[in-house]
C-alpha cells in the first residue's frame, strides 16, 4: 500500500478487516480529486469497492465536518425510497486516522460538472426528466418521517431560519481571513426578512444536480444523493432555494456561476427553468414556495461563508488533493467576474447586491458588488494593480497567425488589452521598435509579444503561461501548470507543423516557388501528422477524469483548451477535406471546440469584427492542392 494523504493506511485497513463486511483483504486508497470540503477516498480490495469519508485537513470550523451526523442520517434513510449511499461502519476513534471517519458503499452513477458528457440526454424529453427527478426526488426526501425513522433530535427544527443567519454569521467570523463589509450589509438584510417556515423535514444542505450520481443509461434516475454532511431537520424550501441558484437559464448574464460545479447546461433546451423547478416543487410538495427568493439569497450567504473556510484552509497548504484550488463565490447576476474562474486561488469574496434582487424586506442601498478574482468591490478605490493594467498585445495587423492564441486568452477573461499594431496610431512603429532593439526590456525575437506594467514577455507559449494566472485560465498548482505548458508546447510543435506544409522550405520564398516541395510535405502532414497530433488530444481529453473528459486539463476550461480551438478552427479552413474524414475519430475533441465557442466572450468575440478571418496570409492558409481529396461517396449496391 501506498501513502495517501489523510489516510493512515495499516490502521485504516486494520478497521476494515474487523468493522467492514469483506474488508478482510489488501485494500488500495485513493483520493477523489473534486472533494473541496470532506474529503471523499475511493478504498478497493478483492472485488470490492467502497467509499471512505473524514473532515478536511487544516482548519476546520466548530459543528462543521460531522462524520457521526452523516453516519446517522443516511443510515436513517437506508430504508426509504431516497436513493443514497448505504453506510457499513463509523469510527469515532480518532487514533485510529487522526480524525473520525466512515465508510459507506460505492454507487456507481455519472456525476455532472459543468457540461454533459458527449452523448447525455441529448433530447429535450431526458432533459426534462432530468429535471423532474431532481424535484421529485427532493420531494420525497422532505415526505420522509423523520421520527419514524430514528432522526428525532438530530436537529431543532424551531427558529431554523433564525438559527442559519446566526450560525453562518459566526462561522464568518470565525473564518474570515480580512475584514468584508458587504457581508454585514447582508446579515442585517436576513435578519430582517425571515419568512413564516412550514412544517420541519430532513434537510440535505448542498441539494444540487452536482450531487447526484445520475444512471448513466438513464439521465432520469438518480442511482444516489452525495454528500449529506450538512443535513439537518429544518426549512426545506431551503433545499429548493439552494438547488436553484446552482441551476443556470439561457438569458443569465455571463457571471452566473457559484462556487462549485454550476450546471451550466442546464441553459439548454428541455431543462425546467428556475421558475418551472418552483413550480414543480409546489405543484408536488404542497408548500407555498412565495418566499423561494430569500431562501436563495440565504444559500448565496452560506457559500460565501464555506468559500472563506475553504481559502483560510488553503491558505497554510493543507489542500491535498489540490480541490480547493480556484474557488470562487458568486450568484446568478449577482456577482462581477468571469463566468467559470475556478482555476487560480483567490479569496472568495461574497458581498452581493441582495437589493438587487428584490428581496421582501431586504430592499435598501445596494450591497457593493464585488470583483471574484480579486475579493474586492467593484466600487472601491483600492483594485488590484495586476486587474487594473492594460495589457498591450504587440502582434502583425491583418492576419491571425499565433497572436490570436493570446487574443483568445485575452477575450475569454474580459481583459483589458490593446492590439497595439491594428489600434494604436503609428502602432507598427512601435512594435518594430522593440524588434530593432530600441526599447529596453528583453529583445523579443518575433510578434507575439506583450507589455504587461514595465515587464516584456514574448513566444505564444510563455505569454500565455504568464497571463492566464492573472484570470483563472490556469489551475495555481506547479505540476498541474506543467502539464498546462506540455500540451501548449506541443500545440506549439503541431502549429510549426501546419505552417510548414505551405512554407516547408523557407519562409522567406513565395508559396509557388516551392510548391511541389509543399505538396510532398502536406500529403505526408495529412496522412500522418493531423491524425497523430489530433488523436493525441483525444487521449488527453479521455484521460482528464477531474472533468469527465470535456477539458483538456483539470475541471474548467483552461487556456490549453481555448489554443486547442484555434487549432481546430485553422485546421477547418486550411484542410477542409482531411479534416471532416478526421473528425469522427476525434469526437471528444470537436465536443471541446464547441464547447470553447459557445463561451459567452468567445462567442461575442466570434461573432465581432475584432475577429479577422482566415487568409492566405497567416499560419493556416488553404490551397485545395494540399488537402486531402473529397471523400467519394459510396456507391449504391446494385
Known sequence: MTGVAGIHCDNVSRFFREHVPGGDCDLSFSLISSGRSNLTYSVSGGSHRWVLRRPPLGHVL?????????????????????????????????????????????????????????????????RRRMSVTLIDTLV???????????????????????????????????????PLPGIDELIRRLRAALPESPPPTIVHGDYRLGNMALDPNDPGRIMAVLDWEMATLGDPLADLGYCSIYWTEKDDPPPSVVMGTASTFTALPGFFT?????????????????AVDFYQVLALYKLAVIAEGIYARYLPGQDPGRGLRG??????????????????????????????????????????VVDLRTGLQTNSEVTMKKRETVIELYYWPGIQGRGEFVRLLLEDAGAAYVDVARE?????????????????????????????????????ANILAFIAPRFGLVPDDDVLRAEASQIQLTLADFVGEIHDTHHPIAGSLYYEDQKSA???????????????????????LARNQPSGGQWLLGCDCTYVDLSAFQVVEGLRYAFPNAMAQIEPDIPRVIVLRDRVAARPRIAAYLRSK?????NQMGIFRHYPELDAP???????RR
Open 140 to 178: 420525497r426526501l422532505h415526505a420522509v418521517d423523520y421520527r419514524a425513522v430514528g432522526l428525532e433530535g438530530f436537529g431543532h427544527p424551531e427558529g431554523y431560519l433564525e438559527r442559519q443567519v446566526r450560525r453562518w454569521s459566526q462561522q464568518w467570523e470565525l473564518s474570515q481571513t480580512s
Open 274 to 290: 428556475r421558475a418551472e423547478m418552483v413550480a414543480e416543487y409546489a405543484q408536488r410538495s404542497g408548500r407555498n414556495v412565495e
Open 630 to 636: 473529397p471523400r467519394r461517396p459510396s456507391r449504391a
Open 62 to 126: 466548530p459543528t462543521a465536518h460531522d462524520m457521526a451526523r452523516e453516519y446517522r442520517v443516511l443510515t436513517a434513510l437506508a430504508e426509504t425510497d431516497v436513493p443514497a449511499p448505504r453506510p457499513f461502519a463509523l469510527c469515532e476513534d480518532t487514533s485510529i486516522n487522526d480524525m473520525p471517519f466512515y465508510v459507506m458503499e460505492y454507487c456507481p452513477g455519472l456525476i455532472l460538472a459543468q457540461e454533459l458528457p458527449p452523448g447525455y440526454a441529448e433530447s429535450e424529453g431526458d
Open 424 to 460: 494604436r496610431k503609428n502602432g507598427m512603429a512601435a512594435m518594430m521598435r522593440f524588434l530593432e532593439n530600441e526599447e529596453s526590456g528583453p529583445l523579443p525575437f518575433a510578434p507575439p509579444f506583450v507589455k504587461v506594467g514595465n515587464v516584456i514577455v514574448s513566444q505564444t
Open 518 to 540: 509543399a505538396k510532398r510535405r502536406a500529403r505526408h502532414f495529412v496522412k500522418e501528422r493531423m491524425p497523430k497530433y489530433l488523436g493525441w488530444l483525444e487521449k488527453v
Open 327 to 368: 474557488h470562487a463565490a458568486c450568484g446568478p447576476g449577482l456577482g462581477a467576474g468571469r463566468a467559470g474562474d475556478r482555476r487560480c486561488i483567490h479569496r472568495p469574496a461574497a458581498a452581493w447586491a441582495v437589493g438587487q434582487r428584490g428581496i421582501s424586506g431586504c430592499k435598501g442601498t445596494p450591497v457593493p
Open 610 to 614: 475584432r475577429r479577422q478571418p482566415f
